[in-house]
């Protein structure tokens, strides 16, 4: 078993795989099968994983996190300002609906008597 490693000018990256070689009798010669390590950081020297197991994330610390749940309840909070503005705004227009129908019944009464009239001086 070796540690390969294979510079790609393309992409100016040095990838680092893992080689174990066994014996081929069909062909009667040497083989190797490679894995993947990863890639070769330059900076570090250290192999960066790729693949499946890509980078490990990092946990957050409990700043972070306190700072994370802050913002997601002033958001809430937001939000529900929102909701409860709206649902305000609604009942209000709902209240304005039901006026403007009462004052069409009643035009609609007043126009009915009025053709009534109309309609007897004929």
């Not at 294979?6 to 990838?15: A, C, F, I, L, P």
């Not at 080689?19 to 010669?29: C, I, L």
């Not at 330059?42 to 996190?65: F, L, Q, S, W």
């Given at each position: 078993m070796a540690i390969?490693?294979?510079?790609?000018?393309?992409?100016?990256?040095?990838?680092?795989?893992?080689?174990?070689?066994?014996?081929?009798?069909?062909?009667?010669?040497?083989?190797?099968?490679?894995?993947?390590?990863?890639?070769?950081?330059?900076?570090?020297?250290?192999?960066?994983?790729?693949?499946?197991?890509?980078?490990?994330?990092?946990?957050?610390?409990?700043?972070?996190?306190?700072?994370f749940k802050a913002q997601l309840t002033a958001v809430s909070d937001s939000y529900m300002e929102q909701i409860r503005q709206q649902k305000l705004t609604i009942r209000q227009q709902e209240i304005q609906i039901n006026d403007l129908n009462r004052k069409i019944a009643q035009l609609e009464t007043i126009l009915s008597k009025a053709r009534a009239i109309l309609n007897q001086g004929d």
């Open positions: 390969i490693k294979q510079y790609h000018k393309e992409t100016d990256t040095t990838y680092v795989y893992e080689s174990v070689s066994y014996w081929d009798s069909e062909k009667g010669q040497s083989r190797s099968n490679r894995k993947l390590l990863g890639k070769l950081d330059p900076e570090t020297g250290e192999i960066v994983p790729t693949g499946k197991r890509g980078r490990k994330k990092k946990e957050p610390t409990a700043e972070e996190t306190s700072a």
